[in-house]
């Protein structure tokens, strides 16, 4: 069976911090996916990054940084420097090739205070 | 922004009543997706489909029905809605199965009473 764990239910930071959000999967099949997406408060769901099991390169888009490690079935999620607007609830998935559904974690709420 | 629209965005319905969502896409994508968000249970998947008239289960469809006759409208209806279907519901495109990217629409608020 495929899992993903979110084990932080809420985090809250004082703005400029760096702060990482965890993710830990489970899969047996060796060809798999990974996701993170933000929801907001105003309700959407907006895609964030997509990896495959194949590349470990770790991924930078200006504040935003992963980390994808296979021996520990990790794909972790960093903001650097944070700012209020990035308060929401984040989310972790995997989906496996061929299969039709991503499996969701049960969401991070991140919190910025100014 | 992938083309998703959901309708209606937000409904009350009572118990025992039919309802139906819809969303539509102008990408063209061949997959949609229903999912449902509920406290503590993240999204789950209640219905999908893979081409016009071509649907299958998800692992939370009981009381869900879908319907696609046209690549751009995946509906949703629930025959008789009940409080536990009380959720936000998201729909989801994606042009195939191997892993690509979904694309979720902005969501549908739905309260049953």
């Known amino acids: 069976a495929q899992k993903v764990t979110q084990a932080q239910t809420e985090i809250s930071v004082v703005e400029k911090e760096d702060v990482t959000l965890d993710c830990v999967y489970e899969?047996?099949?060796?060809?798999?996916?990974l996701f993170w997406y933000k929801q907001p408060p105003s309700g959407e769901l907006v895609f964030l990054i997509r990896r495959n099991s194949f590349d470990e390169q770790n991924e930078i888009s200006g504040r935003y940084s992963w980390n994808f490690q296979k021996s520990t079935s990790s794909f972790n999620f960093t903001i650097t420097a944070s700012q209020v607007v990035d308060s929401a609830v984040y989310f972790c998935?995997?989906?496996?090739?061929?299969?039709?559904?991503?499996?969701f974690g049960q969401g991070t709420r991140l919190t910025i205070n100014p | 922004d992938a083309g998703i629209t959901q309708s209606p965005r937000h409904k009350v319905t009572e118990t025992g009543t039919p309802v139906t969502l819809r969303c539509h896409q102008t990408e063209n994508h061949r997959y949609m997706y229903w999912y449902r968000q509920d406290p503590g249970h993240g999204l789950r998947l209640i219905h999908y489909s893979y081409g016009v008239k071509d649907t299958d289960k998800g692992e939370v469809s009981d009381g869900y029905s879908v319907s696609r006759s046209k690549t751009e409208d995946f509906l949703l209806t629930l025959e008789s809605a009940t409080s536990s279907q009380t959720s936000v519901y998201f729909c989801?495109?994606?042009?195939?199965?191997?892993?690509?990217?979904?694309?979720f629409g902005p969501g549908t608020r739905l309260l049953v009473l």
């Open positions: 998935a995997l989906s496996l090739r061929g299969a039709q559904k991503l499996v």
């Open positions: 899969t047996r099949d060796t060809t798999y996916y």
């Open positions: 989801a495109i994606s042009e195939s199965f191997l892993g690509e990217t979904q694309y």
